[in-house]
């Protein structure tokens, strides 16, 4: 199931883009389906909304992609709400807040409010390195600083390094319980 | 907001036809913003997934609708995970279970085997009667009948009226919350 990649990189290393060739996407699908499987949790990408214009049939023929106003991912573990948004940086300092639209902020503060687990999944892709920021810590960043970026000290000191494995690759509630 | 309608029906009486002009869903719609306006809950209803065959540029030229997997709507109650769908029939004597597809079903039974709280509400529009029925009650249902529908009389034994309001329109987390 899983294609080793190798490439070489900007500093002509030989690097295994094992991590890169399979998407943060595609890893926390079938880290959410192992989850499914073995009851630990159920949680799901949502679909991206799309805005119908004309329709033949059952044939949509006129459409178009939506801004999605609230997060990537969401589900129960135990009882509780899960809720959380996964990114991609190639930045190898900083995550650029740039990637997280307003109407997600506005989202994952009421998801805090009223008392989800919310956090964000980050993935140095570069550094080949993925982190769990809770959003508490984000929000405390946001109220802080004027930056349009998150230091990668930040996140290793407030966040928590997610291991990658093969089964499941991403297991993120692993790290997540710790917390809890 | 809320436009009066009245009609003749098959009996040949006056209906107020208030609730059934405003669907189902909008009705929902509007409690759920009603909860998120005033940090009740954050619920929301999923977007249909929609397969998307062509695309130029933004703008998609081939789609088609897609059966959902799941309920019509979740989020977070009291950081609760809560999950339901919402039905509407023409009965007056029973649910029709045709009305329930088999992967919706199989993702209920997920959502309270992970400890999430899932149920129904099922409008029986020429009753202008809502319930909400716990999940946990129609899998006992299914698990000891063979039947095709579930009779009213189950529904109003092991149900929860919802009275219908003006704000919000249906305000079933009062009810889940004497449930809980």
Redo the contacts between chains.
């Keep these: 199931m899983i294609k080793l990649k190798y490439k070489i990189n900007e500093n002509n290393e030989l690097v295994n883009y094992q991590n890169r060739g399979m998407e943060l996407e595609k890893e926390l699908n079938e880290t959410n389906e192992y989850y499914?499987i073995h009851?630990i949790?159920?949680i799901?990408k949502?679909?991206?909304?799309?805005k119908?214009v004309k329709c033949q049939n059952?044939?949509?023929?006129?459409?178009?992609?939506e801004e999605s106003s609230?997060t990537d991912y969401?589900?129960?573990?135990?009882?509780?709400?899960?809720?959380f948004e996964a990114k991609e940086t190639n930045s190898k300092t900083s995550f650029p807040l740039n990637n997280l639209q307003e109407n997600q902020l506005f989202?994952i503060k009421?998801?805090v409010?009223?008392?989800?687990?919310s956090f964000l999944i980050i993935s140095f892709s570069l550094l080949e390195k993925y982190y769990l920021l809770m959003c508490r810590d984000l929000i405390e960043f946001l109220q802080n600083n004027e930056r349009k970026s998150i230091p990668l000290s930040y996140i290793e000191k407030h966040g928590h390094e997610i291991k990658r494995g093969l089964i499941p690759p991403l297991d993120y509630l692993a790290v997540l319980e710790k917390i809890l």
């Excluded at 949502?46 to 799309?50: C, E, G, N, S, V």
């Excluded at 969401?74 to 809720?83: C, H, L």
């Design positions: 499914k009851d949790a159920l799901s949502r679909p991206t909304p799309i119908v059952k044939k949509i023929t006129e459409a178009y992609f609230s969401n589900g129960v573990y135990k009882g509780k709400y899960i809720d989202h009421n998801v409010k009223n008392g989800g687990i």
